[in-house]
């Protein structure tokens, strides 16, 4: 850990100005494709421009900081400006929000193991995040994708995976950017609760070995784990209390007390789903919990503003409120202070 102890304290101040006053992370950092995709969703047309005017729909959201104390951005978007040609890093600086950047190149099929996925990117890693620390982020993220089914995971997709992820924290911590840790146990398929679970807990145990083999400073990261929820076609859905139970007990069997930060992914749940499941987990464990359990979403908070949005300007308004709601309901269940009845204001 020696070479990283210079930057520790810039990193620990990192994630205390991210997280401070119970805001979490807003990620807007959808590759090309992915941002394409939902785009077609909903028939928004799938050019640069269009995808830039929603991310300045974003970015631009009024009192987007009072909810959110960090943003994800991606290559293209880290780029770019507002129509009148204020760079987007330099709003959020007004906003008083953190930029950080995805840094991965996405998945791909894993030799040799059909139907699991591995993540690219780790080739000149170094040169980009030193790039990308230059313009001004502060963190990064890097995604990893484990897939539940039979015989899946295997040891040498979760090993593969996990050792990917510490690489690349290790590169961050030495470029003196805070790495979001993401291993991400998808929610497609039939799988129990128990299920999965049990994955993610494995899934995590062998993140964490493979942080400390690489010397990654714990107190200087953030994970960026998926809740524990039976998989989408799993006929035996669960309650609100069983899904908090079940994730922060994996949480507890897994992630050390050093580490500052668990900031949950979305992955397809609705967005009432997450913001509620994430306010029991903060009400039911609060008092026991070594580290801030928060919210690093995508789709659970843009989804309902991209919908309103519909690429047409008229509609900017609108979006904007629902976005700005969905973050703020988030803030209220990092507090344990969310209800359903937030959501009829
Ligand atoms: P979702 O919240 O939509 O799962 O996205 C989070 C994310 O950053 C995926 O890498």
Known sequence: MGAFRVSLQ?????????????????AMDESTSTCNKRFAEIGIPQTVEFRRAYRELIISTP???DSIGGVILYDETIRQKTESGIPFLNLLADAGIVPGIKVDAGTTELAGHPAEKITEGLDRLRERLS?????GARFAKWRSVITIGNDRPSLGCLEANAHDLARYAALCQEAGLVPIV???????????????????EQTLHTVFDQLYRQGVALEGMILKPNMVLPGQLCPAQSSVNDVADATVNTLFRTVP???????????GQSAQDASARLNAMNIRFRSRMPWVLAFSFARAIQQPALEIWRGEKSNTELAQRALSHRASCNRSARRGEYSAALEDR
Not at 189 to 195: A, F, P, T, V
Not at 257 to 267: D, H, I, N, Q, R
């Open 63 to 65: 009192g987007l900081g």
């Open 131 to 135: 790039e990308y620390a230059q313009m």
């Open 182 to 200: 993401e291993p991400e146990v998808l929610m497609d398929g039939d799988h129990s609760l128990q299920r999965c679970a049990e994955v993610t």
């Open 10 to 26: 810039t990193l620990v101040a990192t994630v205390q100005s991210i997280l401070a006053s119970d805001k979490g992370l807003l």
């Open 257 to 267: 007390a050093a580490v500052p930060a668990v900031a949950f992914l979305s992955g």
